[in-house]
């Protein structure tokens, strides 16, 4: 089916790549477009964030229809990148967004929603809070979108989220995306609605998955990060105490490793993750928080260090690999005990025995010397001045248009005290003059 969008987004989506349309949202877009509440299942990395965002930034007015779209998400670090990918997309058009994730100020989220943003990004709990103190109103809402819906559920926001739909009108749009769909997923969805199913339940096709029986999977780690060509991975663990001494014994090792858990204040969640896509580290020891919604860009392995509790764990973290059409590997380390377990059986069908590796050409002590991705061709830069130095969109525009050509400056957004602009393009300053002051600028 033929899709014809604005002009703008079609020009972001040519800068990042990103055509043709994937085929989740080659199928969804013009069904969310033509109003259909949908529930859609597809694989993790198959695009669907920017599914549901070019469907709504398409009919999105500039500098209008505030609280148009509200979307959920079960984690801090899904709602953070979904907000990356609406600026992303959304940098040619005057459209704003707001971000209502905890360990976060309520009052500097109060402020976010003052400028009427027409997209709202949040996780269950912070934005429950938001409407019950009233600081949120989605009477103007005319879209709902529930991201890795099964994991709200899952891990226990599901009540949260019924009282967030108790402030919303019965009839708004609602369109739900989840690798995995079962009867609790259906329940929250108001008939009519269609229901689309754009893979099966199973690991990505582009993911290769081994399993290794072992009577020591700690050697067995070792052994697989010197023979196999791991570039990068994500270790899974089942106890959060473990990331810690998992990653304490690969660093005597020698190797770029560190812990991530749920349980770290969100600054330092987000460090490790920046530092993990820039190649600074290498190996992240991981409990099931970081298996889902994480859009790890050229992470060739998930290695499951512990056995997952069940088939659906096991998809979510084998698909932290092979994201946006890149191939991973996906290795299964199983104890001798536990060969026979029912899950064995499903991995057999999917897994096949790990074949003997010839030496790791990546060298994991090292930090990795990384391609630059497509976006980054598109930085937001934060500047420190604000309303209350009186600056005006068009003098942030006039000062970087002595350094780009002008069609490269994207959306710029002014607050009290900083200001952001969206460059199309690449640059590298510490500070640029602007009404004739030097202003402190730094890349978000």
């Not at 779209?69 to 990356?84: K, N, S, V």
Request: proline fraction near 5%.
């Amino acid at each position: 089916m033929e899709i014809h969008l604005k002009k703008e987004l079609t020009s972001v989506l040519e800068d990042l790549n990103w055509l043709p349309l994937k085929p989740v949202q080659s199928e969804t877009i013009p069904r969310i477009l033509a109003g259909d509440s949908l529930l859609v299942q597809a694989e993790t990395g198959a695009g669907k964030t920017a599914a549901y965002l070019l469907a709504i930034l398409e009919q999105c007015r500039p500098f209008e229809d505030a609280g148009y779209a509200l979307i959920i998400a079960p984690t801090r670090e899904l709602a953070l990148q979904i907000r990356e990918n609406a600026d992303l997309l959304s940098s040619r058009l005057s459209i704003h967004t707001a971000l209502l994730i905890g360990g976060v100020d309520p009052d500097v989220q109060e402020t976010e929603l003052k400028r009427y943003p027409q997209i709202i990004v949040g996780t269950p709990g912070r934005v429950l809070y938001m409407l019950e103190n009233e600081l949120l109103d989605l009477s103007s809402l005319k879209i709902l979108i529930a991201d890795e819906a099964d994991l709200i559920f899952a891990t226990g926001q599901m009540q949260e989220f019924q009282k967030i739909l108790d402030y919303i009108h019965p009839n708004v749009q609602t369109v739900c995306f989840s690798a995995t769909i079962s009867d609790t997923v259906r329940s929250f969805l108001k008939e009519p609605y269609q229901e689309l199913t754009l893979d099966q339940t199973a690991v990505s096709q582009r993911i290769t998955s081994f399993y290794l029986i072992t009577d020591d999977p700690f050697m067995s780690l070792l052994r697989i990060l010197k023979e196999q060509p791991v570039e990068n991975a994500v270790v899974f663990v089942n106890h959060r105490s473990d990331t810690e001494v998992l990653a304490a014994k690969l660093k005597k090792h020698g190797y770029l490793a560190e812990a991530f858990s749920a349980y770290q204040d969100e600054k330092t969640r987000l460090r490790m993750i920046r530092r993990f896509k820039t190649g600074t580290i290498r190996i992240l020891t991981a409990t099931d928080a970081a298996a889902r919604g994480l859009d790890i860009r050229h992470l060739t392995h998930s290695i499951h260090y512990d056995l997952p509790a069940d088939s659906d764990t096991l998809i979510h973290r084998s698909g932290r690999s092979g994201h946006q059409g890149q191939t991973g590997t996906s290795i299964l380390l199983i104890r001798e005990e536990e060969a026979s377990l029912p899950l064995m059986r499903e991995i057999r069908q999917t897994a096949r025995p790990l074949p003997e590796g010839s030496g790791n050409p990546y060298d994991l002590t090292v930090p990795m010397k990384k391609e630059a991705e497509p976006a980054a061709d598109v930085i937001t830069l934060r500047i420190n001045a604000g309303k209350d130095d009186k600056l005006r969109p068009k003098d942030i525009a006039g000062a970087f248009s002595q350094l780009l050509p002008f069609e490269k400056i994207g959306r710029i957004v002014i607050r009290d005290h900083d200001s952001t602009v969206i460059l199309l393009e690449p640059i590298d300053l510490q500070e640029i003059t602007i009404k004739g002051k030097k202003r402190k600028i730094r890349q978000l």
